[in-house]
């Protein structure tokens, strides 16, 4: 168990009860009263007031699942030295008590443009100077614990998701180095002409700048022929508008290699994103080079815009060796590096070492490939060397999170088929899987195709379809962190959350996501940003109800992020409201010790009250509540599902943060309703248990205080199923068979 857990659950008492005086501050609310007239089927004479009814329609299941197999848990990279005091005996001990199923393992260098080592041991396609693209060895020899990330020497982006410490070498102010773009997108691995594939660069300036000409230090291939293009539209990094892509006056110029100066106005436009469409290259290599890679893509030693002043020419472009350049984005990076570019602060915990751990329960791995900086050779290594190590594995994430590194669909879908291709070469058997979405609200979008087309989800399922290779996309995954802004209130945005989902996920069907295609989320929390809402009662809440109505969505399998012990920090999203948090189970304090937060009591009310131990079916039935607020949205939100020992389990939020309510659990079977049968065994979760105390980036960050586990009780079988539930609440009621 974990740390502080072990205590005794309180000795059972009588459910509070709201006075009746409550009901006329509920109404002035604009919330829904429920009737005090007995509902047709159920018992005679009227029924006591409540504050609203949750109708359980036993009669429509939803959803059908085994048990903890759809409740998993996403397990991600640290920092150096890290992982061995993370993954402490006694700390997994604590993850493991949480409850969670299968394991999601994440693939934090995919973020950070960094290519993997899963395996330390392997070779370099250039032996004698250890560089060039790397191949892990396929023959398991022992567990060395953890794995590395390599930094990219022909990077192309400025900013990354991961450390953010890197930089683009477009403009890095030295032109012995250079980026270069993926030979995995060239014809000669695509087995498509490249005019499919067109390698691009875009520039970011911070506002818009007079532009009248492009200059290049070309590299080793270059461009033949190009064309450049300013944004028409708000922002082209997250294209949510009708933006588009408008040729400048003179936008396409043949490629002449070396120093290249070229003309795009007669005059300066102002413009603050560029881009730069590289439609074919030279297919040259540099002098002595003997693979054939070295020769497919485009290479770019620096990058220079600006405008011609009599005979000057003005740069706007921000030339250094650190993210502080200006902002470059590229279609893709070359995975070749050198062992010297070593990484330790993207350190994995290893295979071997996750699976003895005893975190996974038996249950199959989805295991991550990179896509967008691995090489299908390295990806045919990795499925032989799961296969001679004899772990469950099954499903396979074809990257992490390619839309947030602006890949275009159709490049990540090129990569996704060649690993997918080289991994089922090996093992037939293995389930392929992505993209692995970041969070991007309203929707996943990128710049509009030659048809105006801007849905990722769309774009992609099209080119697997032209690619005829449907048959290897076996789930749709993607991640779920709804709210951007930690400082916001969190009464107003708790009841948006099913609803921002279920919109999400109407979208993508209607984009021409398959109905068929199962759907995974492979992260989830309150926000992907840090703040102390997700430290507390709030975050909590997200965190479960996400899991829950995934599956009443229709979903399969959730994986919550955070099971790892870690530090209460602040980003630059909090600092305007001084706030501090993380996405964890665990709090670290003083010298490495944990104890556990708010999310990590709300799990085992999911994984240990509401669902049956084991990986039995379960049958989720439609669930519905009429407490809602001002707006229209459910203050009240529920979600039942019978047990595989047959009993009715109903999981409940509250999510107003200052008032109690009264509800009545009411179950419906065929239009004949009735008070839900007890005596009711009732776990909840509220402020009398729980409360976050911030320190304001002190000591530890702040402490919980009370810190106790959820209490029981029991509703009696004259109670016509009623109980109040607390502000800020979690509660799960379970009926007897």
């Not at 920092?79 to 934090?108: C, H, Q």
């Not at 588009?244 to 936008?251: E, N, S």
């Amino acid at each position: 168990m974990a740390p502080d857990a072990e205590q005794q659950k309180p000795t059972r008492r009588p459910m509070r009860r709201v006075a009746l005086a409550s009901v006329a501050v509920v109404a002035a609310a604009g919330i829904w009263i429920g009737s005090t007239v007995a509902l047709r089927g159920a018992e005679p004479g009227p029924l006591p007031p409540v504050d609203g009814t949750v109708s359980i329609a036993v009669d429509k299941p939803v959803n059908s699942f085994e048990g903890h197999r759809a409740m998993g848990v996403g397990v991600d990279g640290l920092e150096e030295n890290e992982i061995d005091r993370v993954w402490t005996p006694r700390n997994v001990e604590a993850m493991k008590s949480a409850g969670f199923g299968p394991v999601s393992y994440r693939l934090r260098t995919e973020l950070g443009v960094k290519a993997w080592h899963w395996n330390p041991r392997g070779t370099w396609s250039e032996a004698g100077k250890e560089q060039g693209y790397w191949t892990s060895s396929s023959e398991p020899v022992e567990d060395y614990g953890v794995s590395y990330g390599y930094r990219l020497p022909r990077r192309g982006n400025t900013i990354d998701q991961g450390k953010n410490s890197g930089h683009s070498r477009l403009n890095d102010d030295d032109v012995t180095t250079f980026w270069k773009s993926n030979p995995y997108l060239d014809s000669h691995f695509t087995g498509q002409p490249d005019s499919l594939h067109p390698q691009w660069i875009m520039v970011e300036f911070p506002h818009a700048v007079p532009v009248d000409t492009v200059r290049f230090d070309w590299g080793t291939p270059y461009a033949t022929s190009f064309k450049v293009q300013r944004w028409q539209g708000r922002d082209a990094r997250f294209p949510v508008d009708n933006g588009t892509w408008r040729d400048f006056p003179q936008a396409a110029h043949r490629g002449t290699g070396g120093s290249q100066s070229v003309r795009v106005a007669a005059k300066p436009v102002d413009v603050q994103y560029l881009r730069i469409l590289l439609t074919a290259d030279s297919n040259t290599a540099p002098a002595g080079s003997k693979d054939i890679r070295d020769r497919l893509g485009v290479a770019v030693r620096e990058l220079y815009i600006g405008q011609q002043q009599g005979a000057s020419f003005v740069d706007h472009v921000v030339h250094r060796s650190s993210h502080r350049q200006t902002v470059m984005w590229t279609s893709s990076t070359d995975p070749w590096h050198r062992k010297e570019d070593l990484d330790t602060d993207y350190e994995h915990a290893s295979f071997e070492r996750l699976f003895a751990s005893g975190l996974t329960r038996g249950e199959p791995m989805m295991v991550p490939v990179p896509a967008l900086y691995g090489t299908p050779e390295d990806a045919a290594a990795l499925a032989r060397y799961l296969g001679k190590r004899g772990f469950p594995v099954q499903r396979v994430e074809v990257g992490e999170e390619p839309d947030g590194q602006l890949a275009q669909p159709e490049h990540y879908g090129a990569l996704y088929v060649q690993m997918a291709a080289a991994m089922k070469a090996v093992n037939p058997d293995l389930q392929f899987g992505g993209p692995g979405y970041q969070t991007t609200l309203p929707d996943w979008v990128h710049w509009p195709d030659d048809k105006g087309v801007r849905s990722w989800t769309g774009r992609f399922v099209s080119y697997l379809r032209q690619r005829d290779a449907m048959e290897d996309f076996d789930f749709f995954s993607f991640e779920w962190y709804p709210f951007d802004d930690v400082c916001a209130n969190p009464a107003g945005t708790l009841p948006q959350n099913p609803g921002l989902l279920a919109a999400l996920l109407k979208r993508q069907a209607d984009a021409g996501l398959p109905a068929e295609v199962p759907k995974v989320i492979t992260e989830y929390g309150y926000s992907s940003f840090v703040g102390e809402v997700e430290l507390g009662l709030p975050g909590a809440i997200v965190n479960a109800e996400t899991s829950a109505m995934f599956l009443a969505m229709g979903g399969e399998t959730s994986y919550f992020y955070g099971i790892e012990p870690n530090w209460v920090f602040q980003d630059e999203v909090g600092e305007k409201c001084d706030t501090s948090g993380n996405l964890m189970l665990f709090q670290f304090y003083d010298e490495w010790k944990i104890r556990p937060i708010a999310t990590f009591q709300a799990a085992r009310l999911v994984n240990h009250h509401w669902l049956e131990a084991g990986t039995g079916e379960h049958t989720l039935y439609s669930t519905t509540s009429d407490l809602r607020d001002a707006k229209g949205q459910a203050l009240v939100t529920a979600y039942s599902v019978r047990r595989p020992d047959g009993k009715l389990a109903v999981l409940l939020f509250n999510k107003d943060p200052g008032r109690s309510v009264t509800v009545r659990l009411m179950q419906d079977d065929g239009g004949k309703a009735r008070p839900l049968q007890g005596p009711l065994e009732v776990d909840q979760y509220s402020p009398e248990q729980y409360k976050w105390n911030p320190t304001h980036r002190r000591g530890n960050g702040g402490h919980p205080e009370p810190n106790d586990p959820p209490v029981s009780s029991t509703v009696a079988a004259d109670s016509h199923a009623t109980l109040t539930l607390p502000p800020y609440s979690i509660s799960v009621a379970l009926a007897p068979r």
